[in-house]
């Protein structure tokens, strides 16, 4: 089945996002088939009436899927599907690839919220995952779902030809890993109480966050095989969208409230983070954020009207108050 999303933005983007968390609910249901039993190394051990002690794995699962199925905006996965839609990929392809990106977005939250990190008590008007299940589990839902993102990625139901998959797994490692989402993470902590530069707060963001937008939206280009000019439109889209997202973001920590956000607010202010609102101040971060916006719509010309919610999407993150 082709990819067919509603042109009315707020509804395209509640299809990708039921249709994601059907799909994570099956990945993280914990069947045997999938070989989630835990295998004793003693066969002639037995046993009581059930098998509770030796399905350890279930804790961590039960942690994964709360962080994972606990609602979201879910732009990631929707950057991935309207991409592949571009280039004709079949629903099912783009569902299963926009899942385990979306897994590894949600490791990266239940990380940043720790004590060690951000120290959030509140993700998506929650109680984070370390907050419901404690540190140690915490860490380990987040290490699951990284780890079982590429699994996914790895199975013929992403796509048929193997180069493709491998090419899918490389963008993504390098998109989240220390030349990515990781490597800006340790910026932002070295950052704290530091005066950085408007450039120097650029690179911080596009690697914290710009990464995963780019390779999101990159993701369906190469599961269509598009040629590289395609690609890099759509990364150079990604990456003006991701930094006006990242913008909004700051702009709501500094004038939103816990109620709205759904997470805590004055983050930034309180731990001393430079961000383009400290330096720039309110209004012209705000101008900044939209003339990213209009950037980041003239890299889809090319695409004519196939990119609408693409466009749509770039308007909303600017426009949203939560």
Known sequence: MLIKLCDNLQNAIEEVADALTQRMQTLLRGN????SAVISMTPQFKPANDTAS?????????????????????????????SAGLF?????????TASAI??????????????????DDLRRGKPTCHVQFGEAAAILAGDGLLTYAF?????????????????????????SGCWGMVGGQMMDIQAENKQLSVEEIIRLQRLKTGELFAVSCE?????????????????????????????????????????QTGKGVRKDKIKGKATLVSVLGVDRARDHAQLLVK?????????DKKADNLRALAQYVVSRKG
């Open 54 to 82: 030796v399905r350890g794995e279930e804790r961590v699962l039960e942690a994964m899927r709360y962080s994972a199925l606990s609602g979201g905006k879910r732009l990631r996965p929707f950057l991935t599907i309207c």
């Open 102 to 119: 979306e897994f590894i977005h949600t490791y990266s939250l239940i990380h940043d919220d720790l004590p060690a990190m951000d120290n």
């Open 219 to 259: 993701a369906g280009a190469i599961l269509g095989k598009a040629p590289g000019m395609m690609r890099n439109l759509l990364r150079a889209y990604a990456h003006d969208m991701g930094l006006a997202f990242q913008i909004t973001d700051d702009l709501l920590d500094a004038e939103g409230t816990r109620t």
């Open 32 to 35: 045997d088939s999938s070989g």
């Open 151 to 175: 699994q996914v990625l790895s199975n013929s139901k992403v796509h048929a030809d193997p180069a493709v998959r491998c090419e899918l797994i490389s963008a993504l490692a390098q998109a």
């Open 295 to 303: 950037q980041a719509i003239s890299h889809l010309d090319v695409f």
């Open 88 to 96: 004709g990929v079949s629903m099912d392809s783009a569902i299963e």
